[in-house]
């Protein structure tokens, strides 16, 4: 909360840059009054006001965003999020959650209309999509790939693709591979946010091995940070390849439920942009096991420490584990998977010793990767205070 005593003979003397800067710390509330002051103070609080527009899965959300960004300040417009009411923090109140069947259309019609409108705004250059996460059956599961499919056959039609620097594509349903006119969105991106979100046990695999890499390819010059998730591991069925994909400006990489072996090519894809990464975020990635529990090629204690030799310039690193219990830090980590036929992929917990594994050298060496990038950290911020 920003503290700030108004009156008319500041203004005038106060350059707009000045105020700009001001209004930009100020909470939306706060600059809804200051805009009813008076002319000035109006025409300097509105693009703050409407720099950023979130909607709702509810009618009466995408309905008003749709009101907003085809009037007057859609000229100030520079990042929309669509956020369906189920996931997470939600924007609108407890009227606005959606009601099932007529309504889901209403907002699909709402939305295809806004991306229509998207060209016309001059600033926009985020775009995020924030589907259902709770999808996992029948009528609904329908439903909510006819609006996933809605958008991005809007997004396709559009007759000049969006200069979009960031894209956010959460809780995306991997059950198609008909994305080919998305390309155009995905070039000259610089941060990219794909989560894959699992239904059922049954994903497109079309989408892993040809459709999600094709993607991630678009933004090859230009994209510094990648975040790549799944609810469930990706790595054997459905598998997907990392191996080949080059971002000569990549510096951020957050990955989650991806496997590291020699098929998906995740250790090799790492080391490949040592020279620019500087933030790195695996979380609960698991090493494949060979099936009936053999002992992989590379354990951790060994990617560990090729990435603590490798990644020079790495100066932050997140690694989230999962316990057997589902907490965090237990004795039966969730470093490794393996594929049980009647099930499926699986997480196992850690090998006994006695079948070569070895959890404790596992912990160690990753306790030794978090404290060499921690001194990497401090010397880099030794090195610019001296600078």
């Given at each position: 909360m920003v503290d700030i005593v108004f009156c008319h003979s500041m203004e005038p003397r106060l350059p707009p840059e000045l105020w700009l800067r001001t209004l930009a710390l100020m909470p939306r509330a706060d600059l809804l009054s200051l805009r009813a002051v008076d002319k000035a103070l109006h025409a300097l609080a509105t693009p703050a006001i409407f720099r950023e527009l979130k909607c709702t899965s509810a009618a009466r959300s995408t309905a008003a965003l749709r009101a907003l960004i085809g009037s007057s300040v859609g000229e100030h417009v520079e990042k929309i999020e669509y956020r369906?009411?189920?996931?997470?923090?939600?924007?609108?109140?407890?009227?606005?959650?959606?009601?099932?069947?007529?309504?889901?259309?209403?907002?699909?019609?709402?939305?295809?209309?806004?991306?229509?409108?998207?060209?016309?705004?001059?600033?926009?250059?985020?775009?995020?999509?924030?589907?259902?996460?709770?999808?996992?059956?029948?009528?609904?599961?329908?439903?909510?790939?006819?609006?996933?499919?809605?958008?991005f056959a809007a997004l396709a039609a559009l007759p000049s693709p969006l200069s979009l620097r960031t894209l956010v594509l959460d809780n995306l349903l991997p059950y198609t591979d008909d994305y080919p006119a998305l390309l155009a969105i995905f070039r000259g991106l610089q941060d990219l946010t794909v989560t894959c979100h699992h239904a059922n046990w049954n994903p497109a695999n079309a989408f892993y091995s040809i459709t999600l890499p094709t993607l991630l390819r678009a933004p090859a010059d230009t994209l510094t940070s990648l975040s790549l998730r799944s609810t469930r591991d990706i790595g054997f069925p459905p598998g997907i390849s990392l191996s080949g994909l080059r971002y000569p400006r990549l510096t951020h990489l957050s990955l989650e439920c991806i496997v590291f072996d020699e098929n998906t090519g995740v250790e090799e894809f790492i080391l490949t942009h040592a020279a620019t990464l500087t933030s790195l975020s695996l979380n609960y990635c698991r090493i494949a096991r060979p099936e009936r529990g053999g002992i992989p090629g590379r354990p951790w204690v060994v990617v560990y420490g090729a990435l603590s030799a490798g990644l020079d310039n790495l100066r932050h690193l997140k690694v989230e584990e999962e316990s057997l219990d589902g907490g965090q830090g237990g004795d039966y980590v969730l470093r490794y998977a393996m594929t049980v036929r009647s099930w499926g992929p699986q997480s196992t917990a850690n090998w006994h010793a006695s079948s070569g594994g070895d959890k404790v050298a596992d912990a160690a060496a990753l306790e030794a990767f978090s404290a060499v990038v921690l001194r990497r950290r401090l010397e880099w911020a030794h090195s610019s205070i001296r600078v």
């Open positions: 369906d009411w189920h996931a997470g923090k939600r924007v609108g109140r407890i009227s606005d959650v959606p009601t099932y069947y007529d309504e889901q259309i209403t907002v699909r019609e709402d939305l295809v209309a806004i991306i229509a409108l998207l060209p016309a705004l001059p600033a926009l250059h985020s775009l995020a999509f924030v589907f259902d996460p709770t999808v996992n059956f029948g009528n609904i599961l329908r439903g909510h790939l006819a609006l996933q499919g809605n958008v």
